[in-house]
């Protein structure tokens, strides 16, 4: 049966379970003998205590555990050392390292994240070198870290609870899952505060204002700006508070790496991995056909539909028109999901064959085209709608009446294709409302309805065949049975990616720059969607998925560029759809809108560009000139450790100085002298000189 | 008579001069006499020596020098520390002081620049809080450094004979005369040496390819991104070489500086004037009625003077027309300067008003407004040109007739006004040439020469009026005579701003990536001037200027956007002048060009920024690719500092830790226990449980 999450198992102090996969197609017996007791002696010799468990019939795990008490302190300090050294934190911790552990006791989540980079670090590093599938430990399947899940049931009641995440709340996030993980929740925080005042505007927009009011759009970037400006000070101050800032560049090398020799480092003097930045570069290159090939093919996919759809809802009208309406968003619900999974494995595979060198180079690489890929998928409809449908389907829609031939052959009405065409009024509305609501509503059941029903359905299956009987040497108690049960069931959940959590919030944020415009009412849907999605996400990571590695981050990455990008975007479309639109705002986009003069949407795009440009660098100085909570904290820290150092400093009198050996330029030679030019032994004398020489002069001119 | 600039006469170990003026209107006697042994106690209490001579009947000159050796060093060694602190040094000095100099001597640049803070600093910062005027000492003129002959005497002469300048040569003037003089000629030499291109380019353009030839439009525009970015990485390089990359940073109080309250600065703890930045937003405010204001009438007077001159040069044939002619010119160039001058004096005052607290600060927002007023008085008549005159010029013209009419009367030809009017072909061109041939030689004799003359004819005057006998307190030798005669020369002559120099140099780089499309030559003109420009503003600072107090400097500062605003700029006019002028290329901008239509030029404009700033973006990425010798210094340096605390950190281990005080998370209680789930005693025990389940399963399997 399945464990109650939230009942309280210790985790019998483990902190990584390893599994290892010791049977299964071409894995040989004394193989995965030799791998096994490898890798137990490899994490033996960094300071790590294992403990065998069986699992299942082709994989058992290892539980890891940190083995001595004085080691890890002593590891806990050089990192605290090595984050001083690389600008991370402004002082270096106390000298004893009792004192500094005492002042900066150690969090649940630098334990996990240090015994985590201990199995996986390369040997040289001061790690076991162990990562699942890549290099020489092809049997280790994963290795996965153990809900708390006393913890996991508090957060989740306080979440559920309270109607705002507090930043205590967040920090305690920090404290268990890390930065990385903690980031996203604060972004998700801070964007669902903000979007209070797009809903006030965007409601009072609808009901007061003219459909796409010019007014509500300048006060829609506007906010779009200022959200971004703030997020960006934000992330600072977090980053200080949570003491990780400028950890991104800390440059963790990659373990898929693959160098073409190696090389000696030209800083370090160490040998180093190498590969050549050009060929990278050349390599980069491909995305340019990539990027054709997909855009291409995700368009010209949803054009298709989109045309069937126009023709079908709006020339056709044939027999089971009432069935035949539904068949495109059958077919882009259907399809449009494999192109995007195919296109994302493709750029998957070219980011690896980019071959960075370093994680967080990979991951901005992969985000990109992956920001690319959401891009055409999420917003081709609408852009289509609203700049070639609306604009253009005059011309367009008597093109598909080939298709009306067709339609005509199945019924007999003769004026199927005589049927004048009209522009259907509400489409853009409508399919704005689709994407900000409907969408949101579905996609919230794809993340939490749907995993829970598949692993209770696995679950089911699991328990037809019967687990393998403990071997005598594990016969525990029934607590450890239970522990291993959980497991087992823990094993088995999915990794959790912060990436596409973000990625979902970014593209969202994309249809509120880019369309609000077209109906106000979006950045309510999102409102509610948000602070529904902040407590979703917090039950999808306890119970959906493996507790993440709390792993570090001073951002929330790439995304903020992608953010930008859009507010910049959204700049220009809601621009140009006000120059489309404005007009016959009575009766919406529908009518037909003044003949759009490429003149004017260029005018309206470079006008509404330069704006927003502009109206950015205010905001920021204005930003800018009350400086961030987290600054502040951090320039007072490293004040302090300059004080000290100049203290010490200051004692320096030059006394033990051989001053003949130094040489400060001639004007320093013979300073004791009087004679030449130097005649005034002291201040007394200079000013003597100096008084008779006002007093002749005045003398004189008095005469 | 005047001394021959190159005579190898020595400074007398003299660091800095302070003219101190004790007669003239409102200066009381008692008031001098005080104010002068209140100077020279403050000088002496900062550690330096002084000595006095008579100048003229209303001033007196203070030298001062180093007093100790040790004193000074000791000075060298905290404001090298105090770097390190603030991280533009990597490295600490070496902690025995004396190895320290060894190692980085003294070099005269550092020695004048420390010198300089003992007498400026305010008292709390180590300094004498000597400012010439401003504060206590109202009858302090001036201060400053005395050329060191024998050194510009090579200078120049190294330098009139190579083509080059060497980076040497560079290293070797910013020993001299500091970062600030040093990064302008490196700036200058970067910028001559990639001038190279264009000029290939231009002339092949000139003679192959058509005028506003697209391909040439791009080369150049390309060129100055190329160039933009390259210099970007070329001052970081230079300021880690020259040790002072993030110096910008360390933010000086400005004297001038007026706070409003005594405050308590969160960060230091210590008493701060404190002024609050929303004041300071709000007068900046004022920028935008200026901004107004002065564009307003620059470009009006501009604007005036061009309709004069169009219509004497194209409507107007009465009498004394061959003198009438001149008459724009006369008026432009006589009227130009004086408003120019006027409304740098307001933005002086305008920025003062402003009051920032930190000189960097201070610099940046003059040097923003001098920016604008001369892009306004330099571009703005080939703006005209090209963009009011070519296309509407048939419209405007006939309009000038009321001028025409006045002109009539003057005369008797009746074709006057009738004479029907022709847009003259080559008027653009013409005037590019002008701007950038002709007004370069002027400005070069305005510069060079004019100086010269003014200085003859000053010393003339001097030598009418006797000079006074020196008391007899100051009855020195011949030497010293001529040099008293050369610190007089020397004192009056003015203050090198580099500034001013920066400035030209960025007004000329914008004629090349503004208007050399209409005429290509235009980077040949500027190669010839800039090699003249680089050993002219050598001599100006040798001979024409005093020496320049040596400030540190990591970069061209506030010019560097400057100049890429100046290329964005050129790559949507380049754009514009060719949508309008490409086509009736063959007969210059002069024959009628095709309607102007907004759509087109919006579409040329919005293209060719982005394309503009897509390519900024990938030269950058490309440059990034190979990393600058500097950043791989800077980062060798701080990696050996690493590596040294590392190891020292290396050496803790755990042993002093009293273990049970600390916190380190469950996970780590009790870890040498065997009871419970982790019974397996060492890595044999647990393999043999592993090796048994593997074992078990297989076999299980096998049945």
Redesign the interface.
Known sequence: METDPFSET??????YVIQ?K??GPGID?NV??DQ??KL??AL?SVGL????R?ND??S?F??V??????????E???SR??DW???IRPAAPEK???KS??KE????AE?LRLVYHLITLPVGQGGAGITPKIGEYTLVEQIFALHDRKFNSQWLKTWSTTWKVSPEELTNLRDRFGERVAFYFAFLQTYLVFLAFPCIAGTSAALLLPAYSKFFAVVNILWAVVFLEYWKRKEVDLAVAWGVRGCSKLNNIRAAFKFERIDTD???GEKVKYFP??K??LRQGLIVPFALAASGTLCGFIACVFAIEVFISEVYNGPFKSALVFLPTVLLSGINPILLGFFTTVAKRLTDYENHAIDEAYEAAFTRKIFVLNFITSYTPLFLTSFVYVPFAKVIVPHLDILGLTAQELTDEKQTHTHSFEINPNRLKKQVIYFTVTAQVVNFGLEIVLPYVKRRVFKKVEEFKDS?PS?P??A??EA?KK?LERVRDESKLEVYDVTSDLREMVMQFGYLTLFSIIWPFTSVSFIVNNWLELRADAIKICVEMQRPVPLRADSIGPWLDSLQFLAWLGSATTSALIYLFADDANFGPGGSPKPL???GV??A??LSEHIFFAARMLVG??FD??ESVGL?KE??ER?L???R??EE??G????????D???????????GGRG?????G??AE?????????R???E??EQ
Do not use: C
């Not at 210790?10 to 902190?15: G, H, I």
């Not at 205590?49 to 065998?52: D, F």
């Open positions: 210790p985790n019998e102090n483990v902190d290892f010791f049977a017996k995965a003998e096994l007791s137990l002696r033996d205590r294992t403990e065998i069986d019939d082709t058992l290892v539980f555990r940190v083995k001595s008490h004085r080691g890890f302190v002593a806990v300090y050089r050392i090595k050294l690389h600008g004893e390292t009792q552990l005492e006791p150690v969090t649940e334990r030209p800083v370090t930045e050009w990278r570069l393998a071997s040497a594990l525990g108690s450890e522990f003069t490429i003149a260029m005018t795009i470079v100085i204005g000139a009350v502040l320039r007072r004040f450790v300059r004080k150092y100049l400093s200051m320096i009198e030059a006394d033990e100085i051989d001053t050996v130094i040489t400060l330029g001639d004007s320093i030679k013979d300073v030449g030019f130097w005649r005034a002291n201040v200079t000013y003597g000189i100096g008084a008779d020489i006002i002749g002069k005045l004189k001119k």
